[in-house]
């Protein structure tokens, strides 16, 4: 349980991240603030990745990581 909210999180905090990015391209005035906010959020998202792996001990599932990503992209994309 607690994974899957770690993982949710994740993928939240890299869609924000991605989001940011994609905004800064269409407001060239605003770039600075929103490239310093998607480079928050990148942060966080590392961070949330080494309390995943430090909680488990060991290195955090890449696989498992990627599968969320993709689940969430999947979900989050314009039909």
Known sequence: MQDS??????VRYRAME???R???V??????WQLLAE???????ALAAMSSGALARGGAAP????????SRAS???RWS
């Open 22 to 24: 994609q905004r800064a």
């Open 62 to 69: 890449t696989a498992t990581i990627a599968q969320a990503v």
């Open 26 to 31: 269409f407001h060239p005035l605003d770039s």
């Open 74 to 76: 999947d979900t989050t």
């Open 38 to 44: 998607a480079e928050m959020w990148h942060h966080k």
């Open 18 to 20: 991605s989001l940011c």
């Open 5 to 10: 909210i770690r993982y949710r999180d994740l």
